[in-house]
């Protein structure tokens, strides 16, 4: 019997997102290039915080590197060290300006490239992508890494809880939560989303509403986005029916419906945050956006996929329609109790 192909995965050959990807990549690469000691020598510093000339490792497979070696805009030497005679996993030394100039590439070819090659593709910008985040984390000055501002969220007096539901979109069957949550800080929100989804909290994110973007501060500084930990969501969704939209990662470009289902009281010794339900299971990280991992779950089911073996080496067991409130909930007592509570 043939496979069902997912529905609305792609129009006209290719991924409906592939267009969004493609220009979160080329706004990510600028905000690469944002933060750089603009025109500073190897070893020298300038007035940004990054130098273009730091390098830093990057994984790849024989399948990642024939797609890279396939882009007409990197340069002979980074082409040089993406040897593909090697089968399995390399590590890549590049320079941050190198790494900038393949999420551009990659971009350009995104925009372009049709049905698996699409999705191909996108899978190999989450990968450079998530490279960066994680030089990101390292590299980020005092003061600018996660939590380095503290405030304690409201406990006492609390006036209002709100109950959200989170939609992953564009992944069918859906994957949602339901969400208990005091007034928080949109970065508190975002750890609480982090939690209640299954994410592992590897990459950057925001939140739009109203026109505006919030996301974490670490070397956000020139970008036209505010702080996520100076707004509160009674500011900016204080009302039943409100909605925000929350990205997760911006070379996935996970994209989440943040909904406001009611403005409750608080219950009498009942902790917050808490989630009171859910469906399915959350997406594995780094797995090439919703068509990458609407690919990998029809793979992950069929023995017979021609992928199957790969995602399933690559993952191990993975059951999509696995989701389990109470393992949620004990996570977000621990994490409220230990990290969260701080991040407010």
């Excluded at 980074?78 to 300006?97: M, W």
């Excluded at 991992?293 to 069929?302: G, H, L, S, V």
């Excluded at 067991?317 to 696995?322: K, S, T």
Aim: glycine share 10%; with cysteine.
């Amino acid at each position: 019997m043939a496979r069902r192909k997912p529905d609305k995965a792609v129009e006209g050959g290719r991924p409906i997102t592939a267009d969004f990807s493609a220009k979160m990549l080329e706004t990510y690469a600028g905000m690469i290039l944002d933060l750089a000691d603009h025109g500073a020598a190897p070893g020298k510093t300038g007035p940004g915080w990054l130098n273009l000339f730091e390098t830093t490792n990057l994984t790849l497979t024989k399948d990642d590197r024939i797609i890279l070696l396939g882009l007409p805009e990197l340069g002979d030497s980074l082409k040089g060290r993406l040897d593909t005679a090697a089968g399995g996993d390399q590590g890549v030394r590049i320079t941050l300006e190198e790494l900038a100039g393949m999420l551009l590439a990659l971009s350009h070819r995104m925009s372009e490239a049709r049905g698996r090659e699409a999705l191909k593709v996108m899978q190999v910008a989450a990968k450079v992508a998530s490279c960066f985040n994680d030089h990101l984390s390292r590299r980020a000055p005092a003061g600018r890494r996660k939590g380095a501002a503290k405030k304690a969220p409201p406990t006492k007096g609390q006036k209002a809880v709100y109950q959200l539901k989170i939609t992953l979109k564009d992944v069918r069957p859906p994957v949602w939560r339901r969400v208990q949550v005091p007034d928080c800080s949109l970065a508190m929100l975002h750890e609480i989303i982090q939690v209640a989804m299954g994410w592992e909290d590897y990459h950057l994110y925001d939140f739009v509403v109203g026109g505006e973007r919030y996301t974490d501060p670490r070397g956000m500084d020139d970008l036209d986005m505010e702080d996520a930990g100076k707004v509160k969501l009674s500011q900016v969704a204080p009302k039943e029916k409100a909605k925000l939209r929350y990205t997760y990662d911006f070379g996935d470009n996970w994209q989440h419906e943040v909904l406001v289902e009611k403005v409750l009281p608080p219950e009498a010794g009942q902790k917050y945050p808490v989630c009171i339900a859910g469906k399915r299971a959350c997406p594995p990280e780094d797995v090439g956006g919703p068509w990458g991992y609407m690919e990998f779950a029809e793979a992950i089911r069929d023995p017979q996929h021609e992928r199957h073996e790969e995602f399933t080496e690559w993952r191990g067991e993975f059951d999509p329609e696995v989701f389990d409130p109470d393992a949620v909930n004990l996570e977000l007592r621990q994490f409220w109790e230990g990290g969260l509570r701080g991040r407010g």
